[in-house]
């Protein structure tokens, strides 16, 4: 006995449409509808150049800049940047500065952008869509050299050039006011650091005249070797001058001897003295005051010279430094000026035209395969089940 219900034997009658495309079947449709299609391109080709010749052109001004060196290491020291161009964080701040608020609001006020682009800024609304009409119009990046690549278009290429310039110079003016601060405390820090060292250089002196007084010593050099020649020669002198008393006193020759006796008992109180404590003198005579000051007058002078030199070097860094804060040259290095545009930039009509060509031809070919798709099926029979 048959139980299959009549639905499913009514499904399994109805033919299966061939929804397969080879090939030739796209040759087939597209030869079949070729007039439309090629109506359809036409039409699509004109209206395009027709729309693209309403479109203004658009012209844009490039420059590309660095920022200047503002964060040069305070005493030069080895490995940090001292060239005349700033390093990656400075360009990131260059960046920030120009892409920020402040620049918009000044580039929207300066040139009257409201009224140029036709946008009502009455309300809150009105003033964001000139931001963004702006921001759409301006083009900031760091390019693979570490330069800053600025462009602006705008209908007029005179006006893209001056804007441009404007954009530029309100950079460097954003650039100062942000770094003025860091240079006022540099120069505090050098100014700091001078008082520092003159202080210590002060404290050093005063103890250094102290020790001198005490120890009697002026020239560490030249009286060490004044007083070795000294102590040497008096040595000397009275071992030969000793020696010739007693060969007087053995032959009697009592004239000689009341001269020689007067010249080593000299002898004697001059080696007495070159010999004396440092404390019971105050002589520079005393070879024992000398050395016991020797050591400490020599560390102080090194520190003398030492501080002095400091000093000379922060002098130096100082004036440099002082002088490049003072300048009125620009924070920002314009690597390529700011040029009046002659080629429009924007539209390329050419492009648009083929573009519109190729898809209006994707479109054609599409709709002749949908419709020629449409006449395999029986939509009578799909839409009675």
Not at 114 to 139: C, D, H, M, Q
Not at 158 to 181: F, G, H, W
Not at 217 to 229: A, C, I, R, W, Y
Not at 297 to 308: L, R, W
């Amino acid at each position: 006995m048959n139980t299959t219900p009549p639905q499913e034997k009514q499904s399994q009658s109805l033919p299966v449409p061939d929804l397969s495309f080879n090939l030739l079947d796209v040759f087939a449709s597209v030869w079949r509808w070729r007039k439309q299609i090629i109506l359809l391109s036409a039409f699509v080709t004109i209206g395009t150049i027709a729309v693209s010749l309403f479109l203004p052109n658009y012209f844009t001004a490039n420059s590309t800049f660095v920022p200047a060196n503002e964060d040069k290491d305070l005493f030069n020291r080895e490995g940090k940047n001292n060239s005349m161009y700033g390093d990656e964080d400075a360009v990131d701040r260059a960046i920030i500065f120009a892409s920020s608020a402040p620049l918009v609001e000044f580039m929207i006020k300066e040139f009257k952008l409201a009224e140029r682009y036709k946008i009502n800024a009455t309300s809150p609304k009105g003033e964001s869509k000139v931001s963004k009409r702006f921001l759409k119009l301006y083009n900031l990046k760091k390019n693979e050299h570490g330069g800053i690549e600025i462009s602006i278009q705008d209908t007029d290429p005179q006006m893209a050039a001056k804007m441009l310039n404007a954009a530029v110079a309100k950079i460097d003016e954003l650039y100062k006011q942000a770094t003025s601060p860091n240079k006022e405390l540099m120069l505090n820090t050098y100014e700091n650091a001078l008082t520092t060292k003159r202080n210590e250089l002060k404290s050093i002196g005063d103890s250094l005249f102290m020790l001198r007084r005490k120890y009697s010593v002026f020239d560490v050099k030249t009286q060490g070797e004044l007083l070795s020649t000294l102590l040497v020669e008096t040595e000397s002198q009275l071992a030969e001058n000793s020696a010739k008393l007693d060969a007087y006193r053995k032959i009697g020759r009592q004239d000689s001897i009341a001269n020689l006796s007067a010249k080593v008992q000299g002898l004697n109180k001059k080696l007495e003295m070159l010999n004396s404590k440092s404390d019971s003198v105050n002589s520079s005579l005393s070879i024992n005051a000398y050395n016991e000051g020797r050591e400490l007058i020599m560390y102080y002078d090194s520190q003398t010279e030492s501080i002095n030199e400091d000093i000379g070097e922060i002098l130096k860094e100082y004036a440099r430094f002082k002088a490049q804060a003072d300048s009125k040259t620009s924070s920002i290095i314009v690597l390529e000026p700011v040029q009046v545009p002659k080629i429009k930039s924007y539209p390329v009509r050419s492009l648009l035209t083929i573009a519109a060509l190729f898809i209006s031809l994707v479109i054609g070919l599409i709709g002749a395969l949908v419709l020629d798709l449409n006449k395999r099926i029986d939509w009578k029979s799909v839409l009675s089940k």
